[in-house]
Structure formats: C-alpha cells, structure tokens
C-alpha cells in the first residue's frame, strides 16, 4: 500500500488495514486472519476484545469517561493501590504514555539532583542511560536514548545524559561523579533488539546507586505488566527501584501511563511540580484496573512462565534446524527476540503465513504474543516460522 494522502509520512505504509481484534487475531479488510504477535508492540495485552475489559469499559462509558485531577478519581486511586501491592510502598503518577512516564522519571531525577547539590554544593542533574537504549520520541527522552536513528535531525537534545554501556557495571561506575542524579535503565532492552539485563547487573546497579544518592530508574514500559511471567521484568533480579515507569500494557490497548516513586523518594514531586490533563482519568483507570485484576484472577503470570518454557524449547529447536538463519534468541516469557539476517524479510514472509511479529533493533525480529497466548497458538508460531526458515 502507499502512505494515505492526508496522512504524515511518519510510518512505513502500512501492509493492509486493520478492522477487527478478537483474542490473539488481528483480520483485515479483506476478511484475512493474522496470529497477532505484534500485541499493538505489547500493549494489547490482554488480547483484542477481551470480554471483561471490553464490559469494565463500557460499563465506565456510562457513568464517567474524564473529570480530570482537579478531583478525585475511585478508580486511580484503586489502581494506585494495586501498583503499591505489587511494586512496594511508594505513590503513583499517571500520564498517557511511556514517553511521558518517562519524562516524569526525567523530571523526578532532576528534582532529586537539585535536593542533593543542595547538600553537596555541586550541582547535580545527570541522568545516566545505556547505550543501545529507548527511553522514546520527546526532548527528554530522544536525549535519553543514545541512538543517532532517533535523534537524527533533532539537535540540539536536551542537556544532562550520559551513557555506559548496558550490562557493564564498571561503564557506569566510570559515569559516576557528583553531578550525576540518577541512572535509568530497561530492564529488558526492548526496541534495541531484545537485551535482557543481567540480575547481576541490577543488583550491582542498586549498590551503586545507593553508594552514590542515585535513584535507580527502571523503565517497564515495554517489559512490564507481565509480559515476561513477572508482573516486573525487575523483580526476578530482586531489586527494589527508586522509581518505575511504564505504560504499553498497563491499559490493554486504552493509553495509559504511569510512575511509581518509591516511598523513600515521594517528598520530590509536591503539588505544581508535574500533572496532565489526562493521566489516570476514570475510562483510563478502569482499562487499567481491569487488566491487572484479569492478570491475577486468570493466573496469566503462571501461565506466561509454564508455556514460554516449551515455546522457547521450540524456538531453540528452530535454531538447531536453521543454524545458518537463526543467530541468537533472546528475552523471557512473551517477550523474544530472535536474530536473524533480514528481519524485514522474515517480518513480511510471516506476515504472508498469518503470524505478525515486529523487528526490533539490528536484525532481530520480535515475538510479543499477547498474555491470554494458548499452547496451540505459540505452536502455530513455530509451525508459520518452520515455513519461513525453510524458505529463507
Ligand atoms: C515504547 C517505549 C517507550 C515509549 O512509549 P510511548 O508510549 O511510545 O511514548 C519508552 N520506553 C520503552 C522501553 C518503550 O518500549
């Protein structure tokens, strides 16, 4: 297809016109079915038309859709509750999207560097990110993302970023002085090619962060909400963070972002430091709810952590078939990478099968089947696949 005449060439035109969502199918206009395994790049997590989330909205259409933060909102405050349970003690923010979770952890880092020159007398509002990161498109977090792709055409990028290189402890001892206020990190690299963080790396992140009055930034926004068979990506490392952000699957598909401070931090944001319009509106709130009550109440968690373990055995069995196609596999849970020599071609060729996957990073295609995947549709993944290796 060609790009739509009144739309903005910001995307690649697009393949075919997506009409209808049912569970783990996406079915274009002329009626043909696709295995989504893009998840809308991991937020649909619950699937298309998941009936409880489609219900809870409608059911919300009816009685508030937004009455912004001039009051208070039941179901923000509810889903602020669940976020606490889960990620620990601490206070939540909402916003509309990663970039802009990521922009408060921005601004939650500066504040953080100005209380600490305030002590040190040295000024203070580094933020130290990875190399081969995406932290996403605004100022702040184009500066954040060390990817001349990204920023290409945009300078001057926002003052205040340094870069190490991701999972290389003594890369971001060498960043550290007194000017420095923060590190901020994924814990899985997602649009980088699929870069899971060492546990080790983490935890030696922690130590350095708390030697140092860091705060340790994790951002979740592709790897969280159970996407890797932990609610958090992080808490296999055992970490605890100074702050969170995230977003994607939060809402199931509704745009949703949030930040979770940790306790020891939530003096930093006061009332006139940081808001929006939207964020964590009741329609939002209640996408939000909805899909971590699901989470929880359909044991996706569990079953995200039984079934990836034969569908990555699969995958690797790909790899022993095709060893001259396939390089290397990646990632945890319903979050893979696979590398590969051309991952358009793959991407296009699997698209032709009825699987949809996204490629990510160098060379890499990316599998992000929504959280409801049943054993026989990540069978069928392999099934499409095992014909477009063949045919590579
Ligand atoms: C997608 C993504 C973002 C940006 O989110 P948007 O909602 O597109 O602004 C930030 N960080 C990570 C890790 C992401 O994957």
Redesign the pocket.
């Known amino acids: 297809m060609e790009h739509y005449p009144s739309l903005a060439k910001n995307y690649a035109p697009p393949p075919f016109n997506a009409v209808k969502g049912q569970g783990i199918f996406l079915y274009d206009d002329q009626g043909n079915q696709y295995l989504d395994f893009t998840s809308g790049i991991a937020v649909t997590s619950l699937g298309h038309s998941h009936p409880k989330w489609t219900s809870a909205i409608q059911e919300q259409l009816h009685n508030l859709v937004h009455c912004s933060n001039l009051f208070g909102i039941p179901s923000q405050q509810q889903l602020a509750d669940k976020l606490v349970e889960i990620a620990g003690p601490g206070r939540l923010l909402f916003c509309n999207?990663?970039?802009e979770a990521?922009e408060a952890l921005i601004k939650l880092a500066r504040l953080h560097g100005l209380k600490k020159s305030k002590k040190t007398g040295q000024t203070c509002h580094q933020v130290i990110t990875a190399t081969n990161a995406?932290?996403?498109?605004t100022f702040g977090c184009m500066a954040a993302t060390p990817q001349e792709k990204i920023q290409k055409g945009f300078h001057p990028m926002l003052e205040g970023f340094r870069y190490a290189e991701f999972n290389n402890i003594e890369s971001f001892k060498e960043q550290v002085d007194p000017s420095v206020a923060a590190i901020m990190i994924?814990t899985i690299q997602?649009?980088g090619g699929i870069f899971p963080a060492e546990n080790k790396f983490l935890q030696d992140l922690q130590q350095l962060c708390q030697d140092n009055d860091l705060l340790l930034i994790i951002?979740e926004?592709?790897c969280g909400i159970g996407r890797t068979g932990d609610f958090f990506a992080y808490q296999e490392s055992g970490i605890t963070p100074d702050a969170i952000g995230m977003?994607?699957g939060l809402g199931g598909g509704f745009p949703i972002?949030a930040i979770w401070i940790n306790q020891a931090h939530e003096e930093l944001f006061q009332p006139g430091s940081h808001g929006t319009t939207f964020g964590g509106n009741p329609l939002a709130s209640v996408s939000g709810n909805t899909v971590i009550d699901t989470i929880f109440e359909d044991k996706l968690l569990e079953k995200v952590q039984k079934q990836s373990k034969q569908w990555h055995e699969k995958i690797h069995n790909l790899k022993t078939k095709y060893p001259n196609k396939i390089h290397e596999i990646r990632g945890k849970g319903y979050m893979v990478g696979i590398s590969v020599d051309d991952a358009l071609a793959i991407t296009h060729s699997s698209r032709d099968k009825g699987l949809l996957i996204v490629p990510a990073g160098q060379n890499t295609i990316r599998l992000l089947p929504p959280l409801i995947a049943e054993e026989t549709h990540l069978n069928q993944s392999i099934k499409i696949l095992d014909s477009v290796f063949k045919n590579a």
């Open positions: 999207s990663g970039a990521n995406f932290h996403g498109r994924e997602g649009e951002d926004v592709q977003a994607k972002g």
